[in-house]
């Protein structure tokens, strides 16, 4: 900002000796060919560069060529004016980049610069981009996680509003992932390291923004389309007015107009109104969790006007729990868990795991043989056990019992003992608190929305009912869903909500494919074209309020690029306006332009902005 606020004072002052003192004509003289030196060096070397190595005729050739034919004119108070205005453009323009790119590299300044490592029970500090897998950590209270990892010792909560826009500390215990930056309120826990200090989950959103700030959107490239033969077609137009208008009049008036349509005809606030408001809102969109790959995916997620959801992991906490124990006769509900968790303390399959968790102490069986898709038999204190489907083991007198079940969207798993119903187990994957919420939000704001699920009918349609949806695609292989996203996406829009590896084909089927949470599947988030840092669903509206809001703030920059134009062209050929006020409204419109496209990078708060987001996404 130093060299064009040289040229502004330098002009300036030129300016006072000119009006206010006599005699300084020199002085005023001098100044103004320092303002314009100033000035120029900002642009003009680049766009010489630009025409002798690549034969690019850009907008700083024409700013070029109007302030050098001012100065042939003898207009020099002016082109030292148009080389300070967009000298002083250009500079906000970089600013205006830096700004919009400024909240996502704050992002690694929550990496801590040292981290402390236990090594055989001795804690020392070490730089935290030495950091490897494997590693042990320790973190105290107040402090902040250098990079992702397990916890192995301690329970403690985790601050992580600013990585996942989460407002409520998490609680972790032994086992549980977390996330590079989280600050850990209090106790001490031991973390496992399982990424480099420079290759975590950070880096990697920051590394994907960026990535994506150099892929244009669609309206960016109409911007690009529409100012690009404006350049050459400027230039013409300018050395047709300078030889038309000779013929029938002054050259010298002609000429003079020329330069001034050379001005009022420079795409200058096109070509930079899209990329501004895009990075600006990518930028801002990462401060509260959610990563866009690309300029023209934040553009497509603010035309979204259907979603389909996957169930497991994305509507559900993908965390099955026992819910109901049923039994017969004098068996109490405790036996009917004993049974069932000593058979399936043998088995990976997450029902199994939400049964062992319920138990105290299981017994050891023995004989323990698994069939896959029907259950498991083994033998207990002398009594041969079975757990299974209803399908392969008889419900016997529960049978009206498990169908309520099974009507409520519970899974059934029946525990026999020699050959005997004893009880039953329902486990369910309960839907995460916020999505009925959420689904009634979306859909008083007029989107649709859609269940797809690999689950059976009678369980999907359950819980998509307390979802508050009524349009279930349930018994979906991966191939499936694609075919389902495909075929919404002829209604319009559609993005594809979706945390794991059964959900990449149609992730990738969708405009606009979404990977919720951090711990969503590898082939999920690299098939998506936005991924959510954390597991909130609240954000979504937000996302697609933010999408939508930025997108009508680019249509209102290229509506108003183009109207300038339209209006400054007709004047300046008819010489109403000259080269000095043309100067002025050409690149106060270029200020107000990237001003405007500035505002996509406000960035919404989950837990304050839930209720306007609601309201403002209905309005629209």
Avoid at 45 to 63: E, K, Q, T
Avoid at 191 to 216: F, I, M, P, Y
Avoid at 275 to 300: D, N
Avoid at 466 to 492: I, N
């Amino acid at each position: 900002m130093l060299l064009p606020a040289a040229s502004g004072l330098a002009l300036l002052l030129g300016l006072l000796f000119e009006w206010f003192t006599s005699g300084t004509e020199v002085i005023a003289e001098a100044l103004f060919w320092l303002s314009l030196l100033f000035g120029a060096s900002q642009f003009v070397p680049g766009a010489l560069r630009g025409l002798f190595r690549s034969g690019r005729l850009g907008i700083s050739l024409l700013m070029t060529i109007s302030a050098l034919g001012a100065v042939v004119l003898g207009f020099l108070e002016e082109a030292a004016a148009l080389a300070f205005l967009y000298s002083i453009v250009e500079a906000l323009e970089d600013r205006a980049m830096d700004k919009a790119r400024s909240g996502l590299r704050s992002l690694l300044a929550l990496i801590p610069p040292t981290a402390t490592v236990v090594e055989h029970g001795t804690p020392r500090s070490v730089a935290a981009e030495s950091l490897v897998p494997g590693q042990v950590l320790r973190l105290s209270a107040g402090e902040r996680l250098a990079t992702d990892g397990v916890v192995r010792e301690g329970t403690s909560s985790l601050d992580v509003s600013a990585i996942t826009g989460e407002s409520i500390p998490v609680a972790v215990k032994p086992g549980d992932e977390v996330l590079a930056g989280s600050i850990n309120t209090s106790g001490v826990l031991e973390v496992e390291t399982t990424a480099a200090g420079t290759d975590n989950s950070l880096t990697t959103v920051v590394a994907l923004v960026e990535q994506a700030q150099h892929d244009k959107g669609e309206r960016a490239r109409i911007a690009d389309r529409l100012a690009r033969p404006l350049v050459p077609g400027v230039l013409i137009l300018a050395v047709l007015v300078a030889v038309v208008g000779s013929l029938f009049g002054d050259p010298t008036v002609w000429i003079e107009r020329s330069l001034v349509v050379l001005v009022a005809a420079s795409p200058c606030a096109l070509a930079i109104s899209v990329p501004v408001t895009v990075i600006s809102g990518i930028g801002a969109a990462s401060k509260f969790g959610v990563v866009i790959k690309s300029g023209a995916a934040f553009e497509r997620l603010g035309e979204i006007r259907h979603l389909a959801w996957d169930k497991t992991g994305t509507l559900t906490r993908n965390e099955p729990s026992v819910t109901e124990v049923l039994t017969v006769g004098d068996t109490t509900q405790a036996e009917v868990i004993q049974h069932a968790a000593a058979l399936e303390a043998h088995s990976n399959h997450p029902l199994a795991a939400a049964i062992t968790a319920a138990a105290s102490n299981p017994p050891t069986a023995l004989y323990v043989r698994e069939t896959a898709g029907q259950g498991m038999t083994g033998v207990l204190n002398g009594d041969g056990v079975a757990v299974g489907s209803p399908i392969w083991l008889s419900p016997g007198m529960l049978t009206e019992q498990v169908g309520a079940l099974e009507e409520r969207g519970i899974t059934v798993v029946m525990v026999h003992r020699n050959d005997k119903p004893i009880g039953a187990i329902g486990v369910r994957d309960e839907l995460r608190p916020e999505a009925a919420g959420v689904i009634r939000d979306l859909s008083d704001a007029g989107f649709g929305t859609t269940m797809l699920t690999g689950d059976n009918t009678r369980t999907a349609s359950a819980l998509a009912a307390e979802a508050g949806m009524s349009d279930v695609q349930a018994g979906l292989r991966p191939d499936g869903k694609a075919k389902a996203v495909t075929a919404l996406r002829e209604r319009g829009a559609v993005a594809m909500i979706g945390d794991g590896i059964n959900d990449a084909p149609a992730l990738a089927s969708a405009d606009v494919g979404i990977a919720m949470g951090a711990k969503g599947a590898d082939a999920a988030i690299e098939s998506a074209d936005v991924a959510f840092t954390g597991e909130d669903l609240r954000l979504i509206p937000t996302a697609l309020h933010h999408a939508r809001r930025s997108r009508r703030i680019i249509t209102q920059n290229i509506v108003l690029s183009l109207a300038i134009i339209a209006v400054l062209l007709p004047l300046a050929i008819t010489g109403v306006l000259g080269l000095a006020a043309v100067v002025l409204v050409h690149e106060g419109a270029e200020v107000l332009v990237i001003l405007n496209g500035l505002r996509a990078s406000r960035a919404a708060r989950l837990d304050h902005r839930h209720q306007t987001v609601r309201k403002e996404l209905a309005a629209s």
